[in-house]
């Protein structure tokens, strides 16, 4: 966080913590460091943010933005939408946001607060029908005078935001951590387990990383079960087309900004909704984060990988560095069904019954 006076909303953008996920990995008998990089500090509330910010600031010197005559015009999960909205209040455009109807009410008042128009599409649209978001995005962009997509699926400024900032925050709050007898760490970053939507957050840390800091690293991307962006593709067979309740992740198509050069995510693998909630609940009970759900379907990507025989050796490496991506908050989702029951349907506690009957006697 800066302790200067910040231009502008823009400027309180990134510059998350990274967290140690120190229970969590008790729980789960890890040796090795388990920590999340917390990404709804960042101004609108998600990893999203930064490309917003870049994919603007990058438009207007290009000259393609006018203020007071632009339209910006994105089909969004939400996070994207609420990050170019919030550049576009600052800025002056306007902007209309494309979003399909299983994402959560909370995102379109963020948005239309905001000052955005928001459009629902049907969720079970093929993305290259004229009904999904991005061709309702498309449709409009072609009748409204001084419309423009940035596109965050092809922007190149996507990838590159996840490079040079979210990736060298993550490196240096590692390198500038020392290593003690109580808290060991390599100094480096081991693994980075991350989702993949657009696929910009993971191609961007795995270059960040392997580029500039560790080579060596494992990057591991997690899809969720209904999407096909895991590779090798049989493991997308199972539970293939289905619809899934995480917002944010995967997709029915490969966008141009998830690299498929090797190296780039060195192992896949599928979430379950159920999987995902559970470790939501996790980060919240014994964490204190108050993530959304794609940080849970990240976190227990995690803790498989970590089990199985490619990642039992690093589990059990003391300083081992494994960084796990925390897109966004939960404030995203409070009136969604599975948080509600979570929070609200919970068996009551020893704590609940004592108040309870405390109440009941007076
Ligand atoms: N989680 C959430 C909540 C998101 O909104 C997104 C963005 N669609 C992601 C994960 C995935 O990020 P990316 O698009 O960079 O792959």
Redesign the pocket.
């Known amino acids: 966080m800066s302790r200067q006076i910040l231009d502008n909303a823009l400027g309180a953008v990134g510059n998350t913590p990274l967290v140690r996920l120190d229970k969590i990995a008790a729980q789960e008998g890890l040796q090795c460091n388990l920590l999340g990089k917390v990404e709804y500090t960042s101004a609108g509330g ?3 943010d930064r490309i917003a910010k870049r994919m603007v600031e990058a438009a207007e010197r290009e000259g393609k933005l006018k203020p007071g005559h632009s339209v910006v015009i994105e089909p969004t ?4 939408g609420i990050g170019l909205a919030m550049a576009c209040a600052v800025k002056g455009y306007s902007v209309i946001i494309t979003m399909p109807n299983k994402m959560s009410l909370e995102k379109e008042a963020a948005l239309r607060a905001l000052g955005a128009e928001v459009v629902r599409t049907p969720t079970e649209a093929a993305w290259d029908s004229p009904e999904s978001h991005i061709g309702v995005a498309q449709r409009l962009q072609k009748e409204i005078p001084g419309g423009i997509i940035l596109d965050q699926y092809r922007n190149v400024n ?1 990838s590159l935001a996840h490079e040079f900032s979210t990736g060298p925050e993550i490196i240096e709050a590692v390198v500038g951590t020392p290593s003690t007898s109580t808290k060991p760490s390599s100094g480096i970053v081991d693994v980075l387990v991350a ?8 191609t961007g840390l795995s270059r960040a990383i392997k580029k500039a800091h560790n080579p060596r690293c494992t990057v591991v991307g997690v899809d969720p079960v209904g999407s096909i962006l895991a590779q090798p593709e049989g493991l997308n067979t199972e539970g293939e087309g289905s619809q899934y309740i995480v ?3 995967g997709y029915d198509f490969v966008p141009d900004v998830l690299s498929r050069e090797p190296g780039t995510v060195d192992t896949w693998l599928k979430s379950t909704d159920e999987e995902s909630f559970e470790a939501v609940r996790k980060l919240m009970r014994l964490e204190g984060l108050l993530v ?1 759900g ?1 940080s849970g379907s990240s976190l227990s990507g995690a803790l498989r990988w970590l089990k199985s025989d490619e990642g039992k050796k690093i589990a059990q490496t003391k300083g081992a560095n494994v960084v796990v991506l925390l ?2 908050g939960i404030r995203n989702y409070m009136s969604k069904p599975w948080f509600l029951k979570m929070a609200l349907e919970a068996e009551p506690s020893p704590l609940a019954q004592r108040i309870s009957s405390i109440l009941q006697q007076s």
């Open positions: 998600s990893v999203k999960s939400g996070n994207t996507n989702g993949a939507g657009t696929g910009g957050t993971i917002e944010g992740i959304g794609s897109p966004d």
